[in-house]
């Protein structure tokens, strides 16, 4: 652990790898390479999360297709700029990567704790089935004066309270990652189904200062 920048975003998710391992980028002459893992709810259905590991972690086992792993490591934001629109891409950044036995069964697939600051006002809204939602942006501090945007929902009573919070509280959230699928119309017409990344919250705290 580097200090509290680390322990101030820290992810655990465990699932099995549904998409090829493909080259992503390379920084400082160190390869990293991305793949899909599918993350089992409570329910009957998953999460398809993305997941950005380095070529030296990997080194002695490669994950492919099939394999059923635990993750442990950071939910992080990237801006890219590759396609227009300067989109935001989520991905958890592996720290550590264990191989494990399907048959062992999975407890707790899918754990996220966030220590971050709110940079947008929090917007709630009620869905038309009577859900009170938040939506939240938060922004995690990391190494070298960088920080992460994640998207977060906050719910019922949670929702509420979040409503009240001001850009640059700073807060603690507990939860989950979760995926979900959108369509997006162009002006041309098409619509493309897209996913969307975000941290549904179960506990919350703003952090008291002073």
């Not at 920084?27 to 991305?34: A, C, D, K, L, Q």
């Not at 989950?176 to 162009?186: A, G």
């Not at 969307?196 to 919350?204: C, D, G, P, R």
């Amino acid at each position: 652990m580097v200090g509290n920048l680390v322990e101030n975003n820290m992810v655990t998710i465990t699932g099995k790898v549904v998409s090829p391992l493909e080259y992503s980028h390379e920084i400082y002459g160190e390869g990293f390479y991305s793949f899909i893992l599918e993350v089992p709810r409570l329910s009957e259905s998953s999460d398809r999360i993305p997941v950005t590991v380095s070529e030296r972690l990997i080194a002695r086992q490669r994950p492919k297709e099939g394999d059923t792993l635990k993750i442990e490591g950071q939910f992080r934001s990237y801006n890219n700029y590759g396609k227009p629109g300067n989109k935001l891409i989520l991905t958890v950044f592996a720290r550590e990567i264990i191989f494990i036995n399907e048959d062992d069964g999975i407890k707790n697939p899918n754990q996220i704790y966030l220590d971050g600051y709110i940079c947008k006002k929090p917007v709630y809204r009620t869905t038309p089935f009577g859900r009170e939602i938040a939506d939240l942006l938060l922004a995690v501090n990391r190494q070298y004066n960088k920080s992460d945007y994640i998207p977060c929902i906050a719910w019922g009573r949670n929702a509420r309270y979040s409503e009240n919070l001001a850009v640059g509280d700073n807060i603690r959230i507990w939860g989950r990652i979760q995926s979900r699928e959108y369509q997006k119309k162009y002006s041309t017409g098409e619509v493309v189904t897209k996913v969307a990344y975000e941290v549904s919250i179960s506990k919350m705290e703003v952090v008291k200062t002073g």
